[in-house]
């Protein structure tokens, strides 16, 4: 069955701190990969996709991911955390369909 | 490029009402149209699948009957939900491609609330 699951319910970092957000999927063949971010009452904003190519894949915001194939994964990082990047996270696969995660929630301490 | 807007952005009607929410996209057009239902701090359920001209695909446990989509035109999809109950209240997202490429634009999302 086609599965994505994000791990983290809830992660908590200080400002300034670094971040990793985890992303793993179970598809019949590769599929496109995406991470968005979602801001209470907002709708989504694409913070970086992977369709091919280079596996690390830098995004908007500071954000970059990272592909393996072998470990069906595509986590988000993010080397210095703002108070702004305080919201909820989604990955998201597919090829026509998305499915989606049921999303990390990060706060961020001042 | 690739903007997708929702209206109205929130709603508020009484039970046993029909309420519809436009879905457009701004500057390219839309060959397929994906209706999503957010729950409150939950993730994004696809309902449906619409190309322009056909008759929506409705995901298992999607009541067509009660969630009628149209998508007359490449730049227009509505989502009507007829007698609306509380339990219909959600945050509902629609997403737009285009032909020969595999990445959706999300529209702003729509509240709607069934009181």
């Known amino acids: 069955a086609q599965s994505v699951t994000q791990p983290d319910i809830h992660i908590t970092v200080s400002e300034g701190a670094s971040l990793e957000l985890r992303c793993n999927y179970s598809?019949?063949?590769?599929?496109?990969l995406f991470w968005y971010v979602q801001s209470p009452g907002q709708g989504l904003q694409l913070l970086l996709k992977?369709?091919?190519?280079?596996?690390l894949v830098q995004g908007i915001k500071g954000f970059e991911a990272e592909f393996k194939r072998s470990q069906s994964s595509f986590n988000l990082r993010k080397p210095s955390v703002h108070w702004s990047d305080a919201a909820e996270y989604f990955c998201?696969?597919?090829?026509?369909?998305?499915?989606f995660g049921t999303g990390t929630r990060l706060k961020v301490l001042a | 490029g690739a903007v997708v807007s929702q209206h109205p952005s929130w709603v508020i009607c009484k039970s046993g009402t029909s309420v519809k929410i436009e879905c457009r996209s701004l500057?390219?057009?839309?060959?397929?149209m994906f209706w999503y239902r957010q729950f409150p701090k939950q993730s994004l359920m696809l309902m449906a699948t619409?190309?322009?001209?056909?008759?929506?695909?409705?995901e298992q446990g999607v009541e067509k009957d009660k969630f009628l989509i149209n998508h007359a035109s490449l730049t227009l999809s509505t989502l009507t939900v007829t007698s609306a109950h509380p339990e219909d209240s959600s945050f509902y997202i629609c997403?737009?491609?285009?032909?020969?490429?595999?990445?959706?634009?999300f529209g702003p999302g729509t509240r709607l609330t069934v009181t």
């Open positions: 997403s737009a491609g285009t032909s020969g490429r595999y990445e959706q634009y």
């Open positions: 598809y019949g063949a590769t599929p496109y």
């Open positions: 992977y369709f091919s190519g280079d596996t």
């Open positions: 998201a696969v597919g090829t026509y369909k998305y499915i």
């Open positions: 500057d390219f057009q839309a060959t397929t």
């Open positions: 619409s190309n322009e001209g056909s008759k929506a695909t409705y």
